[in-house]
Structures are given as C-alpha cells and as structure tokens.
C-alpha cells in the first residue's frame, strides 16, 4: 500500500523548515530518516497533508564538539553516530545503544534526532540522552530555546516540541573516558526492547566517582535509575556493590503491561539487566 | 557419446533456479503487467462479527481513475461459495463462504467491497471514501467458551458452533483395545493439556494475481502452490468452463501451506475482470497477508497416556478441539485429521482413540500450515514421553526405547491401522546422540543443578515419524476427502536429444527443476543441462494435484520415473528396428541402447531424430516417443528422525537460547543432499519459531494483534543457532526411487525437542509446562510460579511503537 | 515533483507523486522489478536497495528523498556476465529457496562485507537481522556470506562497489 496524498516540501535551512511548518499547521509531518513515519504513512495510520522532508539542509547533519559538549546534528544517522569518534570518546553510552537499533538498514537512514523527537518509550536511544544528561535544541518561529532531556520527554510518543518547532541538534555533555554499557532485552534481534538499562560510570582508582544509568520501556518516558547511581558513587566498582545498586533500578518506574511482559516482569528485568550492564561496563 | 557416468541422484547439484533468482529476473505475480491493467483494493472489516447495515460506496464510485466499486450485494448472484474440498463427516456444518461478505462479516478482515482503478493508489484512495455501517454481534474467539451451551453463534442459522465431531478408536476400528480399559487398569496415568497457538504461515511474496479475460480462455497468474486445483475450483465455483480457464502459478515465493487455498481474493479478481473486460491485478500488502491468509494450528489437546512402571505405553487417548475461524477453506476441517494417525508416532501402542471436536469462531480460517495435523500429533506424544519419563524417574531416551517399533520388526501395523514399511530408529538416534554429545550435556546439566547456576541448561529429544506424500486416492476416498492422490509427469523427447519434463507438482521453492533434471538425467542417460522442467501452468503441465503435503518427490518425481520408463519402452522398439535385433537383444544403459554381444548401438537422442524423422518406423508405431504417466501411491511414505537440543535457560530473565541443535533424519534415498539439507534447515527454524516467537494474538474484539512483522516475530538469522544436521537412509519400499519426501520433517519434529529442552532445564524448579511461544515472559512465569497474562496492556515496541506518535 | 537518480549505472528523470515509495518508483516506473516489497513496516528487508553505497530499505524512503542520488539494485550487480562474487556464493552454498527475501539478502550481505570483509559467524547473523528468509534457516546464507568474503579477499571488490556507487551526496 502506498500513503494518502500529501504536499511535499523540502527545505534547505532550518528556517525554511520552521517556516514550512508554521504554513502548514497542524497537519503537518517532519520527515528525518523516514524509517517509523513511512511504514506509518503506508499502512495510512496517518494521513498528512504536507510532509516537510528536512533531509536536504546541511546544518542538521553532522557531529561537532564545543569545550563541554559533543553536538549532534538531529539529522546525523545512526550509522554515523555509532561510528563517531567524538561519540565514542565522550558519549560512549550514546554509540553502544545505538549500534542496538533497529538493523544495519534503518541505521543507515534512520536518524538521532528523529529518534528522540519519536519519543517511543521502547526506543533506545532516549533513556541514554537522559542519563548523560542532554539537552535538545530546538529551533521555532520565535529563535531557538534549550530544552534538557529531563524535560522534553512528556509522555508516551510526546515531547514538549510543538507542531511548528524542529529538533535541531543535541549537545550531549562530555563524559569523557566513562565506562558504559547498554543492555538490551528484546525476542528478537530486530524488536524493540522489552527493557533496556544504559549505564555509564567514572570510575577512578577503583572507586565509583560517578554514575549514570537510564531504564528503557519503563514508563511512558524515559527513566532515570536516581536510586542506583546513589548507590553507586563512592563506592569500590566490585561485584557486590554493583549487584546491590542494581536492586534499586526499579525504584520510581511505572513500567507498563503487554504481551511481552507485565509490570512486575519488567521489574525484574530492569534489576537482572542493570547489574549485567553494570558489570559489563566496569568489566569491558 | 554418453560413457557410464557418475548417477545424477545423490549428487550436490546446485540449483538451476538460482540464476534468475539471484540476478532479480524474476516473474512473481506482481512483476507482471499487462496492456490496460487494471488494479483492485479490498475494504476489509475491522469488525470480527457484524451485520453489514449499509454501504455507501457513491464518493468512491466518482473518484478519478476508479472504474468499478463492487459490494457483495452486487456480486451474491455470481460469486458463489469459496470451496471446501473435505467433509470430513456426513454431517459436517459447512456455512455458505462468499467472497465477498454480503450481509454479515464474520471474522476481522474480511472481505466487504472492491475498488478497480487505473492505479493501485487511486484503488487505495477510493477504498477511504466507502462508508460503511456495521451493527455488532457477539464475537466468539474462545474455543471453549465457543461449545458451551449458551454461546453466542458465529453463525446462527447452523444453530451450533461445532463444525464436526471426528472420532477414531482403535477397539472399534479393530486394529488395537480399548483405551478405555487400558487407562483404567495403566499403572502411570498422565493427563495433560496443551495448546498449539495459532500461527501465521507468513510466506515472504505477499499473494497477488492477475487475471486477463482478453483472450479465448481466461488466463489467471496466481502466488499459489496449487494451480491444477485452482482451476477446477473457479470453474466449480462460479460455473465457468474449465477449458475456458487457464492458470499460471509463475515464480513463487514460498507456500508452506499457505498457499494451498482458493482464496477471495482470486475469485475477486477474475469476476471483476470478466466484468470489466479488462486485465485486473490485486496484490496484498504484509497487513492484509497476515489478517486475512489462512493460519495454521490453534488447537487445544487434553492427552491421557497410561503405561506400565518399567515405561511401557499401554493406552493413549487424545480429545482435540480445532479452531476451523469463521469459515470452512479449502482444507480447514481435514486439518487436525491429517494428525489422528500420527499420535501413536513409532511407538508401539495397544490402545488409541482419538475424537476432534471442530469449532467456529471469529477469526479468519485456519487451513495447511507446514506438517499440517502432524506436528501437532509429534508435539504432544513427544512431550508426553518426556512426562512419562519425569513421572519415571526414567532418562526420556530410555522411554522411547523401550516403545519403540525396533527395526527388525517392519512392516509394522500401527494401531491406526497404518503400515509402515521401513525404518531404523536405533540407527538415527545412534549417531545423534553421538553427534549430540548426549551423555557430556547431561552432565554438564547437573553440574549446573548443583551449583544452582543462573542458566539451567535442558536437554530435549524428539523422535518424530510422519505420513507424508499425500496420498494414496483410496485413503483419502476412506476420509472422505473430495480428489484423488496421484501425480501426473510427461516426458517431451525433442528432436535435437533435449527432454522436456512437465510436471504437475507445483515447485515455490523446493528446487523441483533441479531435483526432476538429475532423476530424468538418470532414468534417460542424458545430460542433467539438457533436461528443461516444465509446471505451475495448466496449458502446458496440463494435468497435476501440485505441491503440498511433501509429495512432490514421492508421486510426483515418480510419476516422472514411470513416464520415463514409457519413453524407454517406446525407444526400445525403434532401436530395435534401427539396429535390426530383437528388443530382447538390447540392453539400455547411460542413455544408449546396445545390441548384447556387440558394439552396435544407437544412443536415445539418435532415437529420438528418427522418430522426428519418421521416414523408417516399425509398422504400427507411432511417430513420437513422449509418453505421460499418473502415479498413484499405494502407500504414505514414514520419513523419521531423531532431534536432540540443548537449550540453555537464563532463569532471572526467562531467556532460552539453542545451545546445540542436533538432527539425523531418514529420508530414505536422497535426490540432492544440498536440496535436502535446506529443506530440513528451513523446517528447523519454523518450528524452532512455533516453540519461541510467533504466536498469532487477538484482542478481545476480535483484532488481530499481531498482525505485521513488527509484532509477529519472526526469527531472524540472528535469533537461530547453526545446526548439525545428519542422515541415516533407509529406502522406502513402497516407490522404485525409494524416497520419503523431506518438505515438513523438520519443521514436524523441532517444535517438541525445543519445548522439552526448556522443559527439562527447569523441571528441577517445579516446572512441567510451558505454553507455546515459552517467551521469556513465560518461561520466568512459570520459574516463578507465576501465570503470564499476555492478554495485551500497554507499553512501548511493536506496531505500537511505529505509529504511537503520529496520531 | 521532478526526480533524477542513476539506477545501475543508467540516469532516469522521471515527474512523480510526492507519495510514491522509492521501491513503488523503481519497480513501476523504472521496470526494477528484481527489488520486490514483502512487508509494510521496514521489517523484512526484501526491499534492502543501496543508495549512495549503504544499504536502505526501499520501501521506507519515498522517491522524492531518492532524488541526486545513485542507487544499485540486485538488477546491477552482475558486470559483463558476471556474477558478483555474493551472488555466486549464494548460488554455490545453496543459499535461496523461494528467492523472493534473495535481492535484499543478497544487497545486504554485499552491505556488511564492505563494512567488515571477514566477519565472524554472529556478525553476519546481526549484519543479517534485518532480513527476514521464511525458507533456508539462514544457515546457508551465512555459510554463503562467509564464502563470499573468502572470495573477495584479496581483491576488495566489495570496497571498490562501494566506492564505484558512492560520490552522490
């Protein structure tokens, strides 16, 4: 089957993009890699009436650094993400998860900043954007405005973006030298995650000076696992300290119910796969 | 000229249907477009059971590009009822199918109105602007619930929604005792209860066909394993002449059973065609394929084993409801019967009764899916040997060993009254267990045990038979199936020495070109290159039953042999003749005919000009050497096998993983071992899928919840393990070629060596069952003691995941 | 909307709807009937095409993003009579059965092996994931994968189809 009628618009600069937006209104679909909106426009779960294709504008791809962060470009595929140096130098955490999406042919296409904007709870690349702290740009009729992770996830599918606004890029924190580890749950290797736990330690002469962990598919948004970082920092990286911080990983989720999994299941994951990430992080 | 040469058969020839397969020329029914094609769209129920109350389609009649929007109301004088070909008994409740709903839907997905447009895009577009009202009746999914005495009807006018009730016992049918008695006086009775969930053949081409009423007949491309069927169906169904219809299965792209049907969807578009007078193709999107082709399994199996303590089975009796979905299709009640015979497996048991109670609901029909009734059998006696086992304190190889039929003892008569002709159980198991390592993993299990490792590891065994090569046309009369069993071959003796093989088994996939060339090569002495193989069009493989039921080798290859033999037979008069002797003077070797005694001789393709020629014949013989042969099995072929796996169990997660997969199957003589080893690695990851991943789901609405490849999990290469794959072969006695026929022996076999693998790595923790698909969900369910409600909810992954937040 | 791409090594200028899929494109518009669509959500990679040198599911990219770019399909592969060494190790290890996941499997394989030219068995399987085949098991095709490498060291033909391809951006 092929999509519904729509006007295409493609934009070669991010105000092009706002502005066609803003002209289209309500009706209107961003089209980054494609690769969750085409099977969507296909089967004509949606119809919209202008698909505004942000492919052709430059300044949303690519991957660069300032002082303090690493910048993604939303456009940056996740190919290119996982490839990166600056990614893997300073965001390590970023390019594990992403290596897990999807297959090698939707990561060809499919993009970080689409991702995110998706804001599928199943998605992996939300809770590590969480963790490591990101904030996203992005950019509207009225200028641009930084909104932090911890904020731009709403609810299921839902950002605080609004229907004129585009995600631009993200500034991921430098967490150079971090050691990490995403841990992926899925049936099989091309489904989403039934959960997933990302983390990320600094650890300095044995002792964990800093931690980050971010639970996937355990509440309509991303989630951050606050009770075992705490439990984390200060402590010896050993075996026991990082399987007792791993009890703590479903403290404050609100995990939901389907085929794959029930509430209680999912909890169960999220400590089994927290203190397998955690040792495969100090670990390898 | 043709020296003794290596034979063909049992030759690793890679395929010849590779090269156009490999390069993208390929014709699958969608590639192909006709001058002033047109395209048709289907609107489909999103109700499961609903009285259609109006439909509005005058937007979409005036929408550009649409030339006909067609309801069943307009076509009920025309389109008949889509066939069943098996009542199973006298008094089988069999609903009118149309296909096209005309007053009511009965299942999600159906079949409401047509579009035929220029394009495939404004069919699609038109399809939006057909309203159509829908007043809900009581939908009906639970088998169970579906027989008790106050449900609601699927269909009300049958008054019931039992479709049948099948019985075979073996006190009565003379060939065993009662089972009755047996279980009475059985010093270890077992009763279980399993399910074989519903699932989805998901063959990768999508269906589509084209028809072209242009011509004298009417021509129909279709992605069918059954072309001959399809046209004698559509000729009975709507009440054309047969010889006006021709039927063209071109490139196929897998079957597995799932397309053995006479579906809709082809009704639709030949009648729309004829309408139209004009070509009309309708392909099917992956949504559409999976709500709306049949599904396979979904039955539910109460089991009671009684045995002696030392092991030995003295009684099973199986009670079987089968969810037929909505209507009857091609085959759906015959299903779970295929089964009957196959639960007594190669074991020796006294006493065997078996009743199939058939049940309607609202959900699309169930019909052949891969092994079809047999795996179903094979899954419930295997895990009960291994019950039987755990009850025991019995090693489950022990077991089966002590009932097994030994190999010395065939022929055996089996309780159902079957009789299989050969076979060598000790030698299969053998040389698994030796490939396996069985005793090293049994070991290394309880060393697991004792230290309370966090993955278990489980051994499973599965030591399958089946009845394969459909089918002798007297058992199938005796169960009252509506055709005959035979195949049909004819061999086309060109004048340049070239063959021509035409075939009526019906290839999508199995490498039927491949495999006929090497037999015909061999029965011929000609070049295996110079042998064209012929089929899937009724024109020129004008008679045949197709490709189904793995029989394809064991009749079909046969009745090449047999045509084979009839073209011999004709040469040898004129080589006779050509060579002045006796045709009791020559001897016929590597494609030539020699006078004994002599180095005269004159090769086939020599024969063959001649008889073009025709200028010195024999009086009285014929000016051809083509020669056509139908093949009618006296016998089903016993294919068997011994699977060994070894799963690994995470038990915080729930996670099962193949550590080792071992298989030593019995084919009996082997064509193409490449052919072979494909056929049984491709069978291992559909029923290693049946045990891990898919599972077709429903709402309670009748939705079906799983219905694309984002939910219905198939497994990818990176979800399987690599096999081990071996042969032991005892040749069929029943067939000059000896064959068995390998199309569904691994699928048949997996399901229960996978499920008892995981059984068996956790039987330590409380565990004796797991349902099917055991996902992890399930499995750490049952470690814990827990039920998994897999009924639905929320949460992120799947379809839901792709369209959450574009709404 | 007005599109330009180069199929296997052959430029086409075509006027199509903003709506059509980049397979729809090709096998309607540009008779590349060799890549077929067995699915409607990017799962099962039938579709899988290379454009710009990766490989991409034809299916979830729309015409209209196509356009500039240069595309292969299994249709290009083969170079005067020749097979490309995956697909003649696809042949040789009996890799296919139906044929019909064949085009994407053999399209994503060249994918993987110009990323990494001798893969260990998982990594083909995971390079793999995104195609599904209903017939063979996979084992074949990973054996097949594996011999192709084999075949391709060390002439690298998989780097130099990749670079012959990319250059579009």
Redesign the interface.
Known sequence: ????????A?PSTVEEAVQALVDAGEDAKV?AG??SL??V???RLAAPTV?V?I?RVPELRGITEDADNVVIGAMTTH?DVARDHLVQDHASLIARATETV?????R??GTFGGSLAHADPAGDLLAPALALGAVMVVAGPNGRREVPASEFFVDYFTTTLAADELLVAVKVPKHTGWLSHYEKFNRV??AWSIVAVGVSLRVSGGQIADARVGLTNMASVPVRAVGVEQALIGQPAGADVLRAAAEHAAEGTSPGSDGNGDAAYRSQLAKVLTGRALSMAVGG | MTATVEPEVGKSR??K??????????R?T??IALPGMLHMAILRSPAAHARIAAIDTSAAKGMSGVLAVVTGADLAEEQGSLPCAWAITPDMKNPPHPALAVDTVHYAGEAVAVVVARSS?EAQDALEAIDVDYDDLPVVLDMEAAIADDAPLVHESLGTNKNALWVFDSAEAGTGGSVDEAIAAGEVVIERKYRQQRLIP?????RSVLCDPTGEQFTLWSATQIPHILRLMLALTLGVPEHKIRVIAP????G?GGKLQVTPEELLVFLLARRLGKPVKYTE???EAMATAHHGRDQIQRLTLSARRDGTITGLKVDLLADMGAYLSLVTPGIPILGAFMYNAIYKIPAYRFSCTNVFTNKVMTDAYRGAGRPEATFAIERLMDELAAELELDPMEVRERNWIRHEEFPFTTVCGLTYDSGNYEAATDKAKELFDYDGLRREQLERRERGDAVQLGVGISTFTEMCGLAPSRVLGSLSYGAGGWEHAAIRMLPSGKVEVVTGSSP????HETAWSQIVADQLGVPFEDVEVLHGDTQSSHKGMDTYGSRSLTVGAIAVVKAADKVIAKARRIAAHMLECGEDDLDFAGGRFTVRGTDKGAGIGDIALAVFAAHDLPDGVEPSLDSEATFDPENFSFPHGTHLCATEVDTETGRVTIRKYVCVDDVGKVVNP??V???V??????GIAQALFEEAVHDENGTLTTG???DYL?P?????P??VTDRTETPSTTNPLGVKGVGEA?TIASTPAVVNAIVDAVRHLGVDDIEMPCTPFRVWSAIHGRTADTSGGQAGGG?GS?QGGLQ | ?RVTMVVDGVSYTDEV?????LV?HL?EKLG???????????????C?VH?DG????S????A??ADGCEIT???G??RDGK?HPV?QA???N?A????????GM?M?AI??LADDPDPD?RT???????????????????RAVQDAAHRLKPAAEADRERETVAGGE
């Not at chain 2, 249907?17 to 390929?26: M, P, S």
Request: charged share 20%; hydrophobic share 35%.
């Open positions: 089957m092929i999509p519904s009628a729509f006007d295409y493609r089209l494609g690769q085409l099977p426009l296909r089967m698909v294709d492919g190919y999807a297959d090698p042919q939707i060809h296409r290797a091309q | 890679r395929r249907e590779d090269a156009r397969l490999i390069t993208g020329r390929t699958w969608d590639n895009a998901a063959f990768m081409e999508p490139d196929v792209g897998g597995f999107t992956r949504s999508h996939g199995q490498g490449l052919i080893e494909g056929q690695h491709g069978g291992l990851a559909q694309t490849f984002a198939l990818s290469a990176a979800d399987l690599s096999f691994g379809l792709i | 909307m709807e903003p709506r059509t899929l729809q096998r590349k009937t060799g890549t077929v669509v067995g699915c409607d959500t990017g799962n099962c990679g039938a899988t454009v990766h490989s991409v599911k299916c979830s990219m729309l209209a993003q399909t299994i249709e592969l083969a097979l697909q696809f042949h040789d009996h296919l059965q139906c044929g019909f996941c064949t085009p053999i994503q994918d993987l068995e083909v399987r995971h390079g793999l994931e995104g195609n599904l085949c209903r017939c063979t098991g996979y084992q074949n095709i990973v």
